[in-house]
T-cell receptor, first 114, second 112 residues
Framework: SAVISQKPSRDICQRGTSLTIQCQVD?????MFWYRQQPGQSLTLIAT?????????ESGFVIDKFPISRPNLTFSTLTVSNMSPEDSSIYLC???????????FGEGSWLTVV | GENVEQHPSTLSVQEGDSAVIKCTYS??????FPWYKQELGKRPQLIID?????GEKKDQRIAVTLNKTAKHFSLHITETQPEDSAVYFC???????????FGSGTRLQVQP
């Protein structure tokens, strides 16, 4: 499977600030997704990152809060804007790859907002 | 949209016993059903998946069954070992949607 790298792996952020998470894949992939996993919870899809077009957001997530970039087929960023303690979560990048369109996850970015 | 329900939320078994986790889905268009294992502090790891053109798939001690008519699928782990202890998530998606919808997770604890 593709190697999916996320940066930062972990961070402590001040309330009201913004943080950009990077996701780098070692091969070209068409579909990239961003998920949030709140403490002790399941994974919730934030958006699908489409190369060359705007991201498609799920209900409850908006572009102003979670702007996403997808400049090419191997890279995407997710920004968490104007953070509050409720944004403390693991943010996971995932990609669809292979002939079977299997979905794999990056290591995650663990954000704590204080 | 798709809704995936997962049961039980916690499951404790003795080493060597079998464990079964069940999921139901709502969207009849869903045709891909993966299972992920997440250990504490780590990313979800794909352990097995099944597509709607088959009813059962096995990989060593792990098997998944799918009943399309009833819209449910299950994970079966036989001869459980302490290293099977983790949170397991089921998920579903369709060819049109591509993104996964996850169940709420099952915390499996295997007692030595």
């Amino acid at each position: 499977s593709a190697v999916i790298s996320q940066k930062p792996s972990r961070d402590i952020c001040q309330r009201g600030t913004s943080l950009t998470i990077q996701c780098q894949v070692d091969s070209q992939v068409t579909m990239m997704f961003w998920y949030r996993q709140q403490p002790g919870q399941s994974l919730t899809l934030i958006a699908t990152a489409n190369q060359g077009s705007e991201a498609t957001y799920e209900s409850g997530f908006v572009i102003d809060k979670f702007p996403i970039s997808r400049p090419n087929l191997t890279f995407s960023t997710l920004t968490v804007s104007n953070m509050s303690p409720e944004d403390s979560s693991i943010y996971l990048c995932s990609v669809e790859e292979g002939s079977q369109n299997t979905i794999y996850f990056g290591e995650g970015s663990w954000l704590t907002v204080v | 949209g798709e809704n995936v329900e997962q049961h039980p939320s916690t499951l404790s078994v003795q080493e060597g016993d079998s464990a079964v986790i069940k999921c139901t889905y709502s969207d009849s268009a869903s045709n891909y059903f993966p299972w992920y294992k997440q250990e504490l502090g780590k990313r979800p790891q794909l352990i097995i998946d099944i597509r709607s053109n088959v009813g059962e798939k096995k990989d060593q001690r792990i098997a998944v069954t799918l009943n399309k008519t009833a819209k449910h699928f299950s994970l079966h782990i036989t001869e459980t070992q302490p290293e099977d202890s983790a949170v397991y998530f089921c998920a579903a998606t369709s060819a049109g949607r591509r993104a996964l919808t996850f169940g709420s997770g099952t915390r499996l604890q295997v007692q030595p």
